[in-house]
Every structure is written in structure tokens, then in C-alpha cells.
């Protein structure tokens, strides 16, 4: 059995204000769950939550990944930029051009999103968060396609994308030259295994390392998961449906 994408999770310096902040933004329910397990839900069954834990690990240069937000029409765009910045948002400049029609802003954690402007072609009819756009190669996109089974909808000049055959947000990966990895990453994937007779986690371990993936250790000690690292360096975590 395939793991699934579950959840996207943030390593948070304060995991309830930017799970509010997150929540104020997208408009999704926020959660708690046991041991403050802290998590925005999206309103369908289609994409991912997000998660957020507290790490005390400072923010070490720009983030591999970032959101990129949908508009509906440059009014929509304005409304969503000035509700991230009455949460606690803030204006940055990532080298960003004055005619771009995107809004770069920074989350009360300093991480990095984007309010693209409506019209956008690329990411339309994909929702709320049209992209998690990553810094990564072409390697590294072949490699999730075939460890989430999402086809690829992008693939040129060594860029690629892929998205669920479900439709839903887009992940993304710019192609050279890739930043150095410094620290660990602020967001990263987070897989389950549903449940049922066939959810052998060393099995899918073991398919994912097949692909490129790296094992490093059980999370935690814990033996129903385990992190791993995909073909950039980026850690990941594999774990059964609890």
C-alpha cells in the first residue's frame, strides 16, 4: 500500500499563534488533538492539514518551501494580503520585481508565502493554496511522484510538478541552482499509512528507499514511524494511521 501525503507540518517557535494565524488565513478549522497536537483542516476531503510542532530551532536562511495562495480577482488578492497582515503578517523582499503581481509576506514565524494574483493559469482550479512551491531538483520531483503515485503536470527545463489525481494544491520544484540545505527544514511532509491488513510500514519503507529515499531512525523512538530524508536531503516522515 502507498502512503498518502497527510499533512504538511510546520516547526513552529509558537505553534498556537501561527496555527491561528494559519487558520485566520486559509479559513480552516483548527484542531487539538492528544499531546497539544495542534492542526488546520481543510474544508473537503481533498489536501492535506497542516500541522504544527514546537521547535526551538532558529530560522536559518530562506525556507525550501513556501505556500503560494490563489486569488479569485485583485480585490479577493487584496482582502487575503491585508487579513495575513491584521494576523501578525508582514511584508518581506526575496528580490521580488515591482511589476510581479505577487505579494510576498512572511507569517508571524517568519515564513516565507505568497498571494499570487488572480488570472494565474498555472494554478487554476487547484483552491486555496494553489502551490507548496519547493526549491529541489528535477531528481527530487521524479522521486515523489512515484513515492505519492501523483503524475507529473510539469516537467520542463528541470522543473517539475505533480499534482493528485484528485486535484487539489500543486507541489512544485524550481530546478537549479538549489540553495544549500542549512538546519532542518520548517516544513516538511508527513505520510500515513491507512489502515487495513496490507499498512506493513517497513514494507513501504522499504519501497520508499527503492525510489531514492534515505532512512536515518525511528522519530522519538517510536516504532509505528519513521523519518526518512528524499533525494535533496529533506526529511520526511512515514508513519501508520493512528
Known amino acids: 500500500m502507498t502512503s498518502q501525503l497527510f499533512a504538511i507540518r510546520f516547526h513552529a517557535t509558537r505553534p498556537s ?23 488546520i483542516v481543510p474544508p473537503d476531503s481533498v489536501g492535506f492539514r497542516i500541522r504544527f510542532v514546537p521547535s526551538q530551532e532558529p530560522k536559518t536562511g530562506r525556507n525550501r518551501a513556501h505556500f503560494d495562495l490563489t486569488s479569485a480577482s485583485p480585490e479577493d488578492q487584496q482582502q487575503t494580503v491585508a487579513r495575513a497582515l ?5 511584508h518581506i523582499d526575496v528580490g521580488q520585481l515591482p511589476e510581479e503581481g505577487h505579494v510576498v509576506l512572511a507569517d508571524p514565524d517568519g515564513n516565507e508565502f505568497c498571494v499570487i494574483e488572480a488570472g494565474n493559469r498555472f494554478l487554476a482550479d487547484t483552491g486555496v493554496i494553489g502551490a507548496l512551491a ?25 522543473e517539475t510538478a505533480i499534482q493528485s489525481p484528485s486535484g487539489g494544491t500543486k ?20 505520510l500515513t499509512l491507512l489502515p487495513g491488513a496490507d499498512a506493513d510500514l517497513e514494507a513501504e519503507i522499504d519501497r520508499l528507499v527503492s525510489l531514492g529515499a534515505t532512512r536515518t531512525d525511528t522519530v522519538g523512538g517510536h516504532s509505528d514511524q ?6 535533496d536531503g529533506n526529511e520526511f516522515s512515514v508513519q501508520k494511521y493512528r
Open 171 to 190: 507541489i512544485t520544484w524550481g530546478g537549479p541552482p538549489v540553495a544549500p540545505k542549512t538546519g532542518t527544514n520548517r516544513l516538511c511532509f508527513e
Open 86 to 90: 491584521g494576523l501578525g503578517g508582514e
Open 17 to 39: 499563534d501561527l496555527a491561528r494565524f494559519w487558520s485566520g488565513v486559509l479559513d480552516w478549522e483548527l484542531t487539538e488533538g492528544p499531546d497539544d497536537d495542534l492542526a
Open 226 to 231: 519513521a523519518l526518512l530524508l528524499d533525494p
Open 134 to 158: 519547493c526549491d529541489g531538483t528535477q531528481e527530487v520531483g521524479y522521486f515523489w511522484s512515484k513515492a505519492l503515485r501523483w503524475p507529473l503536470v510539469w516537467d520542463q527545463d528541470q
